[in-house]
């Protein structure tokens, strides 16, 4: 079955760093796009980042850009998202997110996410 796996968070400082992993399977990993959100307590989940399927482009939320990177590696089905001088407001839990939209070869769409992930910035 389709899953969906995220690890790396916890507790980290003020101007920290967290390295977060996705570990995906049970779908064809790299014809999908991968995302990051996030969702604080009392809050919308927002968009973090996101990488296309073969990692030719990546989006960032305004609030985390040059401080936040997005990678992937198809050949062990896993997405990375590499936080560097985090700050209090970045603390959420943060969700591993695979999209596809409909393509000639596979006119489905699917979506599939994973549990989350908590991180909290805190001194």
């Known amino acids: 079955q389709v899953r969906l796996v995220e690890s790396g968070g916890g507790l980290v400082q003020p101007g920290g760093s967290l390295r977060l992993s996705c570990a995906a399977s049970?779908?064809?990993?790299?014809?999908?796009?991968m995302s990051w959100y996030r969702q604080a307590p009392g809050k919308e989940r927002e968009f973090v980042a996101t990488?296309?399927?073969?990692?030719?482009?990546?989006n960032y939320a305004d609030s985390i850009k040059g401080r936040f990177t997005i990678t992937r590696d198809n050949a062990r089905n896993t997405v990375d998202l590499q936080m560097d001088s985090l700050k209090p407001e970045d603390t959420a839990v943060y969700l591993c997110?695979?999209?596809?939209?409909?393509?000639?070869?596979?006119?489905?769409?699917?979506?599939?996410w994973g549990q989350g992930t908590q991180v909290t910035v805190s001194s």
């Open positions: 997110n695979a999209y596809k939209p409909s393509h000639p070869s596979d006119l489905s769409e699917y979506e599939y």
């Open positions: 990488i296309t399927s073969v990692g030719g482009y990546t």
């Open positions: 049970g779908f064809t990993f790299s014809r999908f796009g």
